[in-house]
């Protein structure tokens, strides 16, 4: 039975970031095609919205998680995604559709509340292995969501695939509630830092942890918003090439998740989150300084290598700093401490690259990465 209830919280997440990954590189095509042509003009501020409304609600959600039950929050999570994805379809004009979008950031939070579901059923050490399935079940989604989307885009009106992607998170809430309650064997909470060697993750508290995951997301996603544009004017590379460099980083997590797992424990999660920082930092510079496509696909692959590593320590620190009492708050902080790294980085990158061009988000990124690795270093013992 406890195999079935990770089974189902697994697929009930793919399908969960599948509905809600899919549909924003759409969202123009929504607007022009549902409401006027100025709605356009709007398009870059859907895309933060539901974002912005995560990074707010998060926090609150996981805090009501620890009362409520932390299964029952993630049932919540479920089927407030669904809502959400209804009333989305039913939008009739383009601030019922920003109300729609602003309800998947408040009533959602499936990735936090199944990261906490599974921590309140399992011990740290296999934990720390489901949540990078449960961070590679988002990476397959990011990829295999829009290109199915896109099969519908000739002669369909995307919004109302709103409706057919509600059946998702509906059903996995369905299944989660009833399968039986499991009892889990987590370690308990006065036990909790004991799972990682003296020195090293056991010195790490969950505030530090936080601020480790903003200050790499804003270093990462800062690079997304002008990726394709900067290529075309530095490079002169085609959508075509420059879509499928954006996401060779992304691919590689799924490539290099299970290997690279071996290599990152408890034991030294700390000393390779800051190494893996490091990579990360070095892959951006090679494609800021890069003027061929072969050195641009070099830095693109080191970068995919970095924050692979990157997010597999991240993930073996917040099993290692889990409390069975606090799950659903630790998980829910961590996961709005990325989503207003997200929200911060969208903001930055579009104040640099209006003032300073398209690189300048780049080499924000590498500064704030290169700290990041030195912060960590210089605050291990």
């Not at 579901?117 to 990829?143: C, D, N, T, W, Y």
Request: charged residues 5%; hydrophobic residues 50%.
């Amino acid at each position: 039975m406890m195999r079935q209830t990770i089974f189902i919280t697994v697929l009930g997440h793919f399908g969960a970031a599948f509905a809600a990954l899919c549909m924003p590189p759409f969202y123009a095509h929504i607007l022009s095609q549902n409401f006027s042509s100025q709605a356009l003009t709007m398009a870059g501020w859907y895309f933060t919205l539901p974002t912005l409304a995560a990074a707010i609600a998060n926090p609150l959600w996981g805090k009501l998680a620890d009362r409520i039950g932390i299964r029952a929050s993630l049932i919540r999570a479920h089927w407030g995604l669904c809502l959400s994805f209804i009333v989305t379809g039913l939008a009739r004009t383009p601030w019922e559709f920003a109300f729609g979008l602003t309800l998947q950031g408040l009533l959602g939070g499936t990735f936090a509340a199944s990261n906490a579901f599974l921590a309140s059923i399992l011990p740290g050490k296999r934990l720390a292995g489901l949540l990078s399935v449960m961070q590679g079940s988002a990476r397959a989604a990011l990829f295999a969501g829009p290109a199915i989307i896109g099969l519908f885009s000739n002669g369909q009106n995307l919004l109302h695939i709103f409706f057919y992607l509600a059946i998702f998170p509906g059903m996995a809430g369905l299944m989660l509630y009833f399968l039986p309650v499991q009892h889990g064997n987590i370690n308990p909470p006065e036990s909790c830092h004991a799972i990682a060697a003296p020195g090293t993750t056991g010195t790490l508290d969950a505030g530090k942890l936080y601020r480790f995951q903003a200050l790499f997301t804003i270093g990462t996603v800062l690079t997304y918003p002008y990726f394709v544009i900067d290529l075309a004017q530095r490079l002169d590379i085609s959508a075509t090439w420059a879509g499928a460099l954006f996401g060779l980083p992304h691919a590689l997590f799924l490539l290099l998740a299970w290997p690279l797992g071996r290599y990152v424990n408890f034991t030294n999660a700390q000393t390779a989150l800051a190494r893996f920082s490091a990579l990360t930092c070095a892959g951006l510079l090679i494609q800021v300084l890069g003027s061929h496509l072969p050195t641009l696909i070099a830095g693109r692959l080191l970068m995919g290598v970095g924050m692979t590593g990157a997010y597999l320590s991240i993930n073996t620190l917040a099993a290692a700093t889990t409390k069975h009492a606090t799950a659903g708050q630790h998980f829910g902080k961590l996961e709005g401490a990325n989503k207003w790294g997200a929200v911060l980085a969208g903001i930055f990158a579009s104040g640099l690259a209006t003032l300073l061009g398209y690189t300048a988000p780049i080499w924000l990124g590498c500064v704030l990465l290169a700290s990041l690795s030195v912060l960590i270093e210089s605050k291990r013992p």
